[in-house]
């Protein structure tokens, strides 16, 4: 079966434009997950939605970063007022279901580059 | 804050050696703690892992073993080969307080043909 894809694979935008990033999780998980990892360094979690509501956005690194899931399948991040340090792989990951031992299964990513 | 550290952060092995790769974590509450391979261009995938109530874990070449006391668990690579040759992520989570998973940094490890 598919597995969790992610739109655009590259992304390269101006400082201060807005970014939209996809996730299409694999078909029938409940939970979904957004990480950003920087060049080089490990996984930072962003936020994570079981169903359509995310109970823990504590991830987020500032209030330009917001994400949604509809229909418990597609997620958005968005990104406002892109800036430099903002650069980053954004991974998408999804799972049966939000809980201890239930694996993650990741996207290739969404490499944004902010000029 | 809840942490995960790595090391090392490279690590070079002839191919048929052992690799081994330490974590420490510091949320004395994480219970569940996953190991991710890395090639590159690709996401994380998930190799191995260790629940708290099991001391050690074995998958063919790979082994984890976790040690809660000092809160600290290791990946265990024998035989290796150059297909080893990846980023390894280790992880920590929990599932009071909130369900998130803390990442180490990475180990990139080389296997030499």
Redesign the interface.
């Known amino acids: 079966g598919a597995g ?1 894809s992610q739109s655009p694979s590259n992304k390269v935008t101006e400082k201060g434009k807005d970014v939209e990033l996809r996730c299409d999780p694999i078909s029938g998980h409940t939970a979904l ?1 957004w ?1 950003r990892q920087s060049l ?6 962003l936020i ?1 939605f079981q169903g359509n509501s995310a ?2 956005k ?2 987020l690194p500032s209030d330009r970063f917001s994400a949604e899931r509809t229909g418990g399948s597609v997620s958005t991040l968005t990104i406002q007022r892109t800036q430099q340090e903002d650069s980053a792989v954004y ?1 998408c ?1 999804s799972s049966l279901m ?4 239930e ?7 969404t490499r944004l580059l902010v000029l | 804050g809840e942490n995960v550290e790595q090391h090392p952060s490279t690590l070079s092995v002839q191919e048929g050696d052992s690799a081994v790769i330490k974590c420490t974590y510091s949320d004395s509450a994480s219970n569940y703690f996953p190991w991710y391979k890395q090639e590159l261009g690709k996401g994380p995938q998930l190799i191995i892992d260790i629940r708290s109530n099991v001391g050690e874990k074995k998958d063919q070449r790979i082994a984890v073993t976790l040690n809660k006391t000092a809160k600290h668990f290791s990946l265990h690579i024998t035989e290796t080969q150059p297909e080893d040759s990846a980023v390894y992520f280790c992880a920590a989570s929990k599932g009071t307080g909130g369900f998130k998973t803390i990442f180490g940094a990475g180990t990139r490890l080389f296997v030499k043909a």
Do not use: C, H, R
């Open positions: 969790v997950y990480y080089g360094q490990g996984l930072e979690f994570y109970p823990d504590s991830g991974l990951a939000a809980g201890v031992g694996t993650q299964y990741f996207g290739p990513g």
